[in-house]
């Protein structure tokens, strides 16, 4: 599978990561990474992460090309991506966040890839796609997007609950790490609350994946209602899930028939253990269940709470798309 990379920020950057890392991404040739950051800051960022640590191996520029571990990997620097040769591209990740309308979304098909993925909501997308809630629905589509990281998370987990209890309502938290929307001191934003320091308050906000929901599982649209609190933290998020069920059940029908779906998701993780954020750190699910966190109130109402490190496991679902996308015709 061949692969190019536009936008060489914090998802570019760690999709590059596992697909050096990982064993089963060696079949991948990234043929390019497209971004307007010097060849020298682009090689500085991979090699020192603050989040991940630094990479093991080798990072050095030479030539236009980045020479990891002796891997070399070619860039360039252009803001317009239809200016560069992506001839025998499978598909284009696109990772700069400003892939929102067709114009720019389509700028790597006119360079000459099969296909678009773009890593975060736009409506030039011609499908939302989130591995384990309606990756049926992909087709052939050309212009992809894969959601947002906290989509990934919730919808895969609420279509779980539906199938287990029939889900007739519910209200989503997501506890986010800050992100690079916020100002690291006070500066003037849209939303006044986003306009506060990131690494100094928890900060009430919106959430995208209420609205994506309704994209992805439109059989129940209209049934989650979401918002997200920013918190000082840099990495590893959560999902804070209370939904109301159609079918009575106690806790000790619900937490095991859940369990068991999770046991046979791809994408969801479960665990026992009493962790905190940063045991999550590089965690490849889309979301991992804190089973001592789940709880019900009679027989109708359930509190369910799970982890996701929405830098890597975002991450890994584009390269799983990917693939998904390369593979059909």
């Known amino acids: 599978m061949k692969l190019a990379i536009n936008g060489f920020g914090r998802i570019g950057r760690t999709i590059l990561r596992q697909v050096l890392s990982l064993p089963q991404h060696s079949d991948i040739k990234l043929v390019l990474i497209n971004d307007i950051a010097p060849l020298e800051t682009c090689a500085y960022l991979f090699k020192y992460d603050s989040t991940f640590g630094p990479y093991p191996g080798p990072v050095t520029p030479e030539g236009a090309a980045l020479n990891i571990d002796g891997r070399i990997i070619p860039m360039s620097h252009s803001a317009d991506l239809a200016q560069v040769d992506l001839s025998g591209v499978d598909v284009i990740l696109d990772c700069t966040g400003i892939a929102r309308t067709s114009d720019v979304a389509s700028r790597g098909l006119s360079a000459g890839a099969r296909k678009v993925l773009i890593s975060g909501p736009s409506p030039a997308a011609e499908v939302t796609v989130v591995l384990g809630a309606n990756e049926d629905q992909l087709g052939n589509a050309r212009i992809v997007s894969n959601a947002s990281c906290t989509t990934n998370g919730l919808a895969p987990l609420v279509k779980v609950i539906d199938e287990i209890g029939g889900l007739m309502s519910g209200h989503m938290t997501t506890i986010h790490c800050y992100t690079n929307s916020q100002p690291m001191v006070d500066a003037p934003r849209g939303d006044l609350a986003r306009s506060r320091a990131g690494a100094l308050s928890m900060v009430p906000t919106t959430s995208s994946a209420t609205q994506l929901i309704d994209v992805v599982l439109p059989d129940l649209a209209g049934r989650i209602s979401g918002a997200a609190v920013r918190v000082p933290t840099a990495s590893v998020s959560a999902v804070d899930l209370t939904a109301t069920l159609k079918r009575g059940m106690n806790a000790e029908q619900f937490k095991p028939a859940l369990g068991e779906a999770i046991a ?18 590089t965690r490849p699910e889309s979301l991992v269940l804190a089973g001592p966190e789940t709880r ?25 798309v990917a693939r998904l996308m390369a593979e059909a015709e």
Do not use: C, I, K
């Open 296 to 320: 019900m109130v009679q027989e109708h109402q359930v509190r369910v709470f799970g982890w996701y490190d929405n830098e890597w496991g975002f991450s890994a679902r584009m390269l799983d």
């Open 264 to 281: 046979g998701s791809a994408v969801l993780g479960w665990t026992d253990l009493p962790l905190v954020s940063s045991d999550l750190r």
